[in-house]
C-alpha cells in the first residue's frame, strides 16, 4: 500500500525558513507529479509548488522566489525550501502525488499534513 509520510513542519519567526521533506513508501513503480498543497483555516486547499518526473516546476505566485521545489526519483521523496516565510505562510501543509502506480493500480495521494506556523 502506498504511503507519504511528511515531515519538517514547526514554528517559526518571520523572515526564517522551513524544510518540508514527504516520502513515499509502498511497490510504486512510477510516479507522475509531486506537489505540495496548503490550507489556512477557514480557506479551500491551495497548490504551493509541484514537480514532474522531469523536473519541471510550477509555484503559485505568492511563494515564487521564496520556496524551492526539488525532487529525488530514486528515494521517491520531495522537499519544499521555504525561506522568507510570511504570517500568511501558516497553513498546514500536504504533500501530493497526482498519479502513482503500484501493485494495487494508479491513483492519487496525499500526506497526512504538517503544520507551518509563521508567527513573532
Known amino acids: 500500500q502506498v504511503q507519504l509520510v511528511e515531515s519538517g513542519g514547526g514554528l517559526v519567526q518571520p523572515g526564517g525558513s522551513l524544510r518540508l521533506s514527504c516520502a513515499a513508501s509502498?511497490?510504486?513503480?512510477?510516479?507522475?507529479?509531486m506537489g505540495w498543497y496548503r490550507q489556512a483555516p477557514g480557506k479551500q486547499r491551495e497548490l504551493v509548488a509541484a514537480?514532474?518526473?522531469?523536473?519541471?516546476?510550477h509555484y503559485a505566485d505568492p511563494v515564487k522566489g521564496r520556496f524551492t521545489i526539488f525532487r529525488d526519483n530514486a528515494k521517491k521523496s520531495v522537499s519544499l525550501q521555504m525561506n522568507s516565510l510570511k504570517p500568511e505562510d501558516t497553513a498546514v501543509y500536504y504533500c501530493?502525488?497526482?498519479?502513482?502506480?503500484?501493485?494495487?493500480?494508479?491513483?492519487?495521494?496525499w500526506g497526512q499534513g504538517t503544520q507551518v506556523t509563521v508567527s513573532s
Open positions: 509502498g511497490s510504486i513503480f512510477s510516479i507522475n507529479t
Open positions: 501530493n502525488i497526482d498519479l502513482a502506480c503500484s501493485s494495487d493500480g494508479c491513483y492519487a495521494y
Open positions: 514537480i514532474t518526473g522531469g523536473g519541471s516546476t
